[in-house]
């Protein structure tokens, strides 16, 4: 059967401003069509306290509310967590690496924790440091995890964007400049909202690696809540067998987001940044000012998803790198726009959490039953059953996005992209400077 698992989030001890909790995040997933999802900093004391009063496991591994009704299919929980591992890498420096880890049980967890405290690492943030000297201590402690329980999983988290293993801030060339012997145990890597598997089909170190995709979410809210998410073929409902299923690659799909609205995509420095008065500025790979240096500030850019994915293709390939658009990846992706920001830009309004598109959304999924289910419905499908009861310029909205006629004004630097309807921005030729708004 197929079954669409989310497993990486984050509570309200993480930092950051969301509103999570679990019984609001039930409701969001039956509406969204996800069947599993991370709970998210697991290790954090006061979070995991709460589990024993809200959730109870029942397929082995998996856990429901507190008295739910519903087979496997209905808000499973799945134990999980993000940590950070900081080390020297080759480039100089310390690396800080966001890593996800799911565990089997609550069990596993508890040890998890026992382990955490004698390494002396603190657990009252949500997602703890991991200090290590180098990446043969960093493996030792990915073993660590292993040995609690050998269905625990580790997972490079969002592995393009800066906090990720291939991402700009101490820049590595391959997983074992970070994570050593253990490189070769790493079944799955996540691609993060600012990569998908067209983009990773350009690295050979990821060709055998299942590519999974989670929203990382910070909040319960429809925008957030398997905003990304991945398509597993499954005999039954367990954890053991999700984890069977991305090590063995019956995968059936990730959705993703459209890389160009991650919020790292091209170099660039954000308005907000201080010293920079406001102004953004952005530069695809073909229009880099020299030395990557910001024409605002004088300091290094941030550099982006697209100029890392095409270094590291040219490094890993031996200076002969792999094509984009021309290397087909081994996996299935579609690309999804979260249905909020659809109606939000059909409308015309900015904010995604408004009550007019809050009441679309509803009007909408009261006849398609879940977010995921809108999308299998034709272009013409969608006029016909839709234009009765939704603006025509929302209609319009969702008609353009499936079939495909969209694009978006790409993220820089912490800022996402924007969604354009009717256009198609393109990833190359983008050099910009603007007031931000
Ligand atoms: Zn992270
Ligand atoms: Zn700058």
Redo the contacts with the bound molecule.
């Keep these: 059967m197929r079954y669409n698992v989310d497993l990486h989030s984050h509570s309200g001890y993480a930092g950051g401003v969301g509103k999570i909790s679990l019984p609001g995040v039930a409701a969001t997933m039956a509406k969204k069509g996800i069947d599993a999802f991370g709970v998210g900093d697991c290790l954090q004391p006061a979070w995991r306290e709460k589990f024993a009063d809200l959730l109870e496991e029942r397929e082995a591994g998996l856990y429901a509310l507190r008295g739910a009704a519903g087979d496997g299919r209905k808000a499973r929980f799945v134990m999980q967590t993000e940590v950070i591992f900081t080390s020297a890498v080759p480039s100089g420096g310390r690396k800080a690496t966001h890593t996800v880890l799911l565990f089997p049980n609550l069990r596993a967890v508890d040890a998890a924790i026992a382990l955490l405290l004698r390494w002396k690492v603190k657990l009252d943030m949500g997602r703890p440091f991991i200090k290590c000297a180098d990446a043969g201590e960093v493996a030792e402690k990915c073993s660590g995890f292993m040995k609690i329980d050998p269905r625990t999983m580790v997972i490079p988290a969002h592995v393009m964007t800066p906090r990720g293993v291939f991402g700009s801030d101490h820049p590595v060339d391959r997983l074992s400049d970070v994570y050593g012997g253990f490189a070769r145990e790493i079944a799955a890597v996540e691609t993060g909202l600012s990569a998908d598997p067209a983009l990773l089909a350009l690295l050979p170190e990821l060709d055998g690696t299942a590519l999974i995709s989670n929203s990382d979410c910070h909040s319960e809210a429809l925008a957030r809540v398997g905003r990304e998410f991945t398509a597993l073929e499954i005999t039954r409902p367990t954890y053991e067998e999700i984890v069977l299923a991305i090590r063995e690659r019956r995968i059936l799909l990730t959705a993703e987001f459209d890389p160009a609205e991650g919020r790292y995509f091209l170099s660039g420095?954000r308005a907000g940044?201080s010293g920079?008065g406001g102004i953004g500025?952005w530069f695809s790979p073909d229009r880099l000012p020299p030395g990557c240096l910001?024409p605002?500030?004088g300091?290094k850019?941030t550099i982006g998803v697209l100029d890392r994915v095409l270094h590291l293709s040219r490094v890993q390939t031996g200076g002969r790198p792999r094509i984009l658009g021309e290397t087909r990846p081994n996996q299935k992706a579609v690309t999804l726009v979260p249905l909020v920001e659809v109606l939000a830009a059909g409308l015309g309004v900015a904010s995604t959490a408004g009550r007019r598109v809050n009441d679309l959304f509803e009007t909408i999924i009261g006849e398609t039953g879940t977010e995921a289910e809108l999308w299998d419905l034709s272009p013409g499908e969608i006029e016909a059953r839709f234009s009765p009861l939704l603006p025509e310029r929302a209609v319009a909205a969702l008609a353009e996005v499936r079939r495909g006629n969209f694009s978006f004004q790409p993220g820089y630097d912490g800022e996402y992209g924007g969604l354009r309807l009717g256009e198609k921005i393109a990833w190359f030729g983008q050099a910009g400077i603007a007031n931000g708004d």
């Design positions: 420095h940044l920079h500025c910001c605002v500030c300091k850019l």
